[in-house]
C-alpha cells in the first residue's frame, strides 16, 4: 500500500491557444481537511490557472483513502472527469491518466509515486 502523503500529483495541460498549465500538488496538501482549490484568484487558491474561462474558486482536489477526488465548487464554465461533466455530483474519484477539463483547460492527472 503506497503512502498517498508522499506522492505528488500533476495537473499538466493545455488551453486552446495551446498555453501550458502545470500544476503540482503534494499529496501532504491534499490530504488537508478541504483538499486543494483551483482556480483563477492567487487570493483564493495557490493553484492557479490564469484563464478567463476559470473560476475564482473553480475546483477542489481532495486525497481520502488513498484515492484523489475532484469536485466543481460552482463555476461559470464547468468541469468535467474524462469527458463527463461533474457540476451536480459532489465528489467525483479520478486516477492517473484521467482528462479533466476546468473550464475550456484540457489536462491530465499524473500521480508520481515516492
Known amino acids: 500500500m503506497h503512502n ?28 488537508r481537511n478541504d483538499g486543494v482549490v483551483i482556480g483563477r484568484n492567487p487570493k483564493d487558491s495557490p493553484y492557479i490557472i490564469n484563464h478567463s474561462d476559470v473560476s475564482r474558486k473553480h475546483a477542489r482536489i481532495k486525497l481520502m483513502k488513498d484515492r484523489v477526488f475532484i469536485e466543481d465548487l460552482g463555476s461559470t ?16 474519484t479520478v ?18 509515486e515516492d
Request: charged share 25%; no cysteine.
Open 4 to 31: 498517498g502523503d508522499l506522492s505528488e500529483y500533476v495537473l499538466d495541460g493545455r488551453d486552446e491557444d495551446g498555453i501550458r498549465y502545470l500544476l503540482r500538488i503534494s499529496g501532504d496538501q491534499l490530504n
Open 77 to 92: 464554465n464547468g468541469t468535467s472527469v474524462n469527458g463527463q461533466a461533474i457540476e451536480d455530483k459532489g465528489l467525483v
Open 95 to 112: 486516477n492517473h491518466g484521467d482528462q479533466i477539463i476546468i473550464g475550456s483547460v484540457v489536462m491530465k492527472l499524473r500521480v508520481l
